[in-house]
């Protein structure tokens, strides 16, 4: 009887080790633009996604789970290499330079320990090379891509991308397009109504806005009810008693204020990660709970490759989240939000989860700034039309004038982010807290993107920014990010200092002065004009460019006119782009017409050109603000 015990208890030790070590199936479900107001599990009433909420309420619910970027291309740089995009150059969206030979898709270092890895099917991963790249990551990226071709018993780590609550469905196609591909694809019962759900208060509430963004509601029931066809096969196949689950968006919601904008809005996701019991002890908060831990996307590649038993690469520095060699959790992030198309931006933002703190570095360009892609859809242009018509409150006004150089919201008391509390002494102590937190993380990070892009392609013709920032002789972060800090900045000594920096021997710091001072008010730039005026002829174009548009703007100046309107036709795309940005928001665009015209009929104008030149002429009335004229 004691020997059989004895064997009995061994027996039961070799199944537990023998269990333990077989590697779990991984899989991840990524949907599009959402942000997480949107879905039941966190609170909204009115939405409906029964799938999404299972998942959150047998799992781990991320209450404090944020996107690094805010658009499409430089989030998904982020969760495929496990790199910061400022740390990268790949802050831009949809830009094309070189990484390091050694930064690789994390799925490769997972097909090393014997992982059948695939995706279905969006990459845009933002990097030079991007075929070779994608083709090394994955055994296959396809949209017939899953689980089902690998080899029998052989873990899998499939991603699934749903697109169904992309910006396209919910503001930029038509309303037409949506009615076919959304609204007609939902059963009748799970169609949500234009008055079934709360108007954030940055829109107005009308019959109009309440028509375009129902859009967003019934896009994400479409994308729930997927989801569910998707666990419906896992458990087909047997696999979901074997499979960790990871489910969350690429970026906040997909519309204006929202996508491409340096607040919460634009970077907190849904998060959920869901355990069967196979792999509950993985879970260091155990299952059925909620957790208000900080987390990004810098930490799914090291938590991901960690997971499947392998070597976490010494480039990689974000946190592991689960399983064993667990990181220890952090205090606060900082996140980044760049270029978006052809909207030219700049902002970084720091969270620790009750406030968000954003710093804009261009905060003349707004945030319902000039992108085609948002400007063609029809609550873009409804929401014009009501500026027009003086129907705004000044909340929701806002959204098209020059922005603060900071803003600090309380996201836990303020969702929708309506009061800026940077001038409430209530909060002077957290808001110089964070402002040190970010200059610091800027500084340690050596934040690449305080190239103007122009340079950052100029530097990617030979070597990459990753390794370029990291040389202090000639990237010295310190001395830029100085003259950085500066911009948004509204007052006589800020410009006096600004002013004193254009006779810097670097370029990059002439050129955050000359930045800065695009903010400046009239007076203020009239008492500086020959200064200014000289800088037209700066030798480092991005210098002249904002030069010539300030002196254009303030000073009426028929020599700054014509050096615009050169610039515009410019052959290198950066520095053409800058300059229409510029025209976009001055208030004669009049002598560009023909210009525009003319730049948008050149050969060899990349789309980000185009479209901005659509969106120069469309703000004027002389092409339509519809899909037709994208570019």
Not at 43 to 52: F, L, Q, R, V, Y
Not at 80 to 85: A, H, L, N, P, Q
Not at 450 to 466: G, R, T, V
Request: aromatic share 12%.
């Amino acid at each position: 009887m004691k020997r059989t015990g004895t064997l009995f208890f061994v027996f039961i030790l070799i199944v537990f080790f023998s269990f333990g070590q077989k590697k779990p199936n991984i899989l991840w479900i990524t949907i599009e633009d959402s942000s997480p107001q949107f879905f039941g599990c966190y609170g909204n009433k009115d939405a409906s996604t029964p799938e999404i909420d299972k998942l959150a309420e047998e799992g781990i619910r991320f209450t404090n789970a944020f996107s690094t970027g805010t658009v499409c291309s430089p989030s998904r740089s982020t969760i495929i290499t496990g790199v910061r995009t400022f740390k990268m150059g790949t802050g831009n969206h949809r830009s094309n330079y070189t990484i390091p030979e050694y930064i690789h898709g994390f799925p490769y270092y997972l097909q090393k320990q014997g992982y059948y890895v695939t995706n279905n099917a969006k990459t845009d991963y933002n990097v030079g090379n991007v075929k070779a790249f994608t083709e090394e990551a994955w055994n296959e990226s396809s949209n017939r891509a899953g689980w089902w071709d690998r080899k029998p018993g052989q873990p899998f780590f499939a991603v699934f991308n749903y697109n169904d609550s992309h910006q396209s469905r919910t503001m930029t196609n038509t309303y037409q397009w949506y009615r076919e591909n959304v609204w007609e694809q939902l059963p009748p019962e799970d169609r949500i109504g234009d008055n079934e759900f709360d108007m954030p208060p940055f829109y107005l509430d009308s019959p109009e806005m309440r028509k375009q963004f129902a859009r967003v509601y019934n896009s994400i029931k479409l994308t729930d009810n997927k989801i569910g066809d998707l666990l419906e096969r896992l458990e087909k196949d047997n696999l979901r008693d074997s499979t960790i689950i990871f489910f969350y968006a690429d970026h906040g919601e997909g519309m204006p204020r929202g996508k491409t904008n340096g607040i919460n809005y634009g970077y907190r996701v849904p998060f959920v990660i869901w355990f069967p019991e196979m792999y509950k002890e993985l879970s260091p908060w155990g299952t059925q709970v909620v957790s208000d831990e900080l987390i990004d996307f810098e930490d799914l590649a090291p938590t991901l490759i960690n997971l499947a038993g392998g070597e976490i690469p010494d480039y990689l520095e974000g946190r592991i989240l689960i399983g064993k060699n667990r990181s220890k959790p952090v205090d606060h992030l900082i996140l980044s939000a760049d270029r978006s198309d052809n909207g030219i931006d700049m902002v970084r933002s720091i969270t620790d989860g009750r406030f968000v703190y954003s710093r804009n570095y261009l905060p003349f360009m707004p945030e319902a700034r000039y992108i085609r892609y948002m400007e063609i859809g029809e609550i873009k242009q409804q929401m014009r039309n009501d500026l027009k018509a003086g129907l705004l409150n000044p909340l929701q006004k806002s959204l098209f004038e020059d922005r603060p150089a900071e803003f600090l919201f309380d996201i836990e008391n303020d969702i929708w982010e309506t009061k800026n509390l940077v001038n409430d002494p209530r909060y002077t102590s957290v808001l110089e807290e964070m402002r040190e937190l970010l200059d610091e993380e800027v500084i340690k990070g050596r934040d690449v993107m305080f190239l103007p892009e122009y340079e950052i392609e100029k530097i990617s013709e030979e070597k990459n920014a990753y390794e370029f920032r990291l040389n202090d002789e000639g990237y010295p972060i310190s001395e830029i990010y100085n003259a950085a800090s500066l911009s948004g900045k509204r007052d006589q000594k800020t410009a006096k200092q600004q002013v004193k920096l254009l006779n810097s021997s670097n370029k990059i710091v002439r050129y955050w002065a000359i930045t800065g001072l695009c903010s400046q008010d009239p007076e203020t730039l009239e008492k500086y004009r020959n200064k200014i005026i000289k800088a037209m002829d700066d030798t480092y174009l991005p210098v002249a460019i904002n030069a010539a548009a300030i002196a254009y703007k303030e000073f009426d100046l028929k020599e700054a006119e014509e050096k615009l309107k050169d610039f515009c036709k410019n052959d290198n795309m950066n520095l053409a782009l800058s300059a229409i940005n510029h025209l976009l928001y001055a208030d004669d665009k009049h002598p560009f017409v023909s210009t525009i015209k003319q730049v948008h009929e050149m050969p060899e104008r990349n789309y980000n050109v185009k479209a901005a030149c659509m969106d120069f002429l469309g703000s004027l009335g002389l092409v339509p603000n519809n899909p037709d004229y994208r570019e």
